[in-house]
């Protein structure tokens, strides 16, 4: 579609110049006629230039609106879609049409699927949306109802047709050839073209400011969402890694021809509530993968992070797209064993031990844990990470790679290293019992507060290394408010405000014994 003014005003021009000059070819040819045909001759030649300047003016204008949409194509000005992509499955949509708009009033006609009217608006600040109007794809009720008061067509079985009159659609009333009526459906209705939406159209009534180049529509709707995935690749000794990671976009109802593609990491609240979750995966799902010279710029919008891919993805429901978010890197690693501490972080310090003795040990699990290093100044460490699933894989002796570990992993800010806790060590085990306890009352920290309680317990911690090499094991205790270790067999290292760390050193085919005493308020 183009500006119909400027492909009529063109028309004209042409049409009236290619008229003159027709008109001088025919009067010289009338020259040349008897004088007793010269009437007629006049008669004919003016309907021949009326003709003449009609079909110049709607071959003309007919074929500038082409080359004006052509011209607008090469230009970057054909209709264009880029979105953004939200991992909660909202999708905001932005649409530049190649519809000139005048200044003031103009009305266009766009095809909007499965769209909110009201989520509608226009990004350009010289264009306001003064109404829209939405018409949804006809269903076979919308139909009947277009058709009252036409006659259509009813199929009653094969090869057997009748005609009725649509009165009504809704009560059902038809009106056969006869004039008798019917009060329910004659059969299947066949319905001309014209009374067949095929898609939801919107009818926009908008007001430039003055005049544009195109129409830039945006509103956000559901049907897609993204996630985050990692592989992280250790090598023997399990000290540095290969970092690759990739966003995969999956449509669950959305679709899109050759759009630009952005993915918004961040934590957006929702004010409307979303419609029925569909499932990311699905039977038979097509995977698309887009290959990506480059990784995808980032760049900080609000409090969001987005990211914007470097090739146009076709989006289809059932079908997924997977793109890089940073070039394959290689990065130092650390590992960690660790056992979570039996402090609850806030309130009462219980008596523990299965069965409710304090002297039964309780086998507790050994952590492992990685750290990726991501140094500023680094490609990987500059790089804000959005929240997903991190792999961890190692190749055995013949090269082959084996998963693991994995878990989930938050957005991640530019600078901070990478926490994965892969899972358990099958090697490492770790016992825990409660040696002592007790519990007495404190005065209250001022006059008119309750009384306190003052819990002392010890602890003692058994672990046992089958590994031919010696392992450190880290055992942490976490708990916010007062607290102390008042007695430890190793050194207890303060990490932070509320947590503290022990560590231990484990002989190969051996095992140590960690004793330490706490004390909290409450």
Request: charged share 20%; glycine share 8%.
């Amino acid at each position: 579609m183009s500006d119909p003014r400027r492909s009529a005003r063109v028309a004209r021009w042409v049409a009236f110049g290619t008229t003159v000059l027709f008109g001088v070819y025919v009067a010289v040819r009338l020259r040349a006629l008897p004088p007793a045909y010269r009437g007629t001759g006049r008669t004919v030649a003016t309907i021949a230039l009326v003709v003449w300047y009609y079909l110049t003016y709607r071959t003309v204008k007919q074929f500038v609106a082409g080359m004006l949409l052509v011209v607008l194509a090469a230009s970057g000005l054909a209709a264009q879609t880029s979105l953004s992509i939200y991992s909660d499955g909202r999708v905001v949509v932005r649409r530049t049409l190649p519809l000139p708009l005048s200044k003031g009033t103009s009305r266009v006609t766009v095809a909007l699927e499965d769209v909110d009217p009201a989520n509608v608006f226009s990004p350009d600040s010289a264009v306001t949306i003064v109404s829209i109007a939405l018409r949804k794809a006809s269903d076979r009720a919308a139909a009947l109802q277009g058709a009252e008061g036409q006659t259509l067509s009813f199929v009653r079985a094969k090869g057997d047709t009748v005609r009725a009159t649509v009165v009504s659609a809704n009560p059902p009333q038809y009106r056969l050839s006869d004039g008798r009526m019917l009060l329910v459906e004659p059969g299947e209705p066949l319905f001309p073209a014209e009374l067949v939406r095929g898609t939801s159209e919107a009818s926009l009534v908008l007001d430039a400011a003055r005049a544009r180049p195109a129409t830039e529509l945006a509103y956000i709707t559901e049907g897609a969402s993204w996630s985050a995935k990692y592989q992280v690749l250790l090598n023997a000794t399990g000290a540095a890694a290969l970092v690759s990671g990739g966003a995969t976009v999956v449509s669950q109802g959305f679709s899109a021809d050759s759009a630009a593609v952005q993915l918004v990491a961040g934590t957006i609240n929702r004010a409307m509530k979303p419609g029925s979750p569909v499932p990311l995966a699905r039977a038979g799902m097509a995977q698309m993968m887009v290959v990506a010279e480059e990784s995808a710029p980032e760049e900080t919008v609000g409090e969001t992070h987005v990211y914007t891919l470097g090739a146009r993805v076709t989006l289809a429901p059932g079908v997924s797209s997977t793109t890089a978010l940073f070039p394959r890197t290689t990065v130092p690693v650390t590992q960690e064993f660790v056992v979570s501490g039996a402090l609850p972080y806030r309130g009462y310090v219980p008596a523990m031990g299965g069965g409710g003795n304090p002297a039964e040990p309780n086998r507790v699990p050994v952590e492992v844990w990685y750290t990726l290093k991501r140094a500023r100044g680094t490609p990987f460490g500059d790089r804000p990470l959005p929240g997903g699933v991190i792999q961890l894989y190692q190749a055995d002796s013949a090269g082959r790679v084996q998963l693991v570990g994995e878990a989930p992993s938050a957005h991640q800010a530019a600078g901070r290293d990478l926490r994965v806790q892969a899972g358990a060590a099958f090697d490492l085990t770790a016992e825990r019992v409660q040696t002592d306890y007790a519990q007495e009352q404190i005065p209250p920290a001022r006059k008119g507060l309750s009384a306190r309680q003052r819990i002392t317990a010890s602890y003692r911690v058994t672990i046992s290394n089958a590994k031919a090499t010696a392992a450190t094991v880290s055992v942490r205790e976490l708990r916010a408010g007062v607290w102390s270790v008042t007695a430890s067999s190793a050194p207890a290292e303060k990490i932070s405000a509320t947590e503290v760390r022990f560590r231990v050193t484990v002989p190969a085919q051996g095992e140590a014994t960690l004793t330490y005493t706490v004390q909290a308020e409450s």
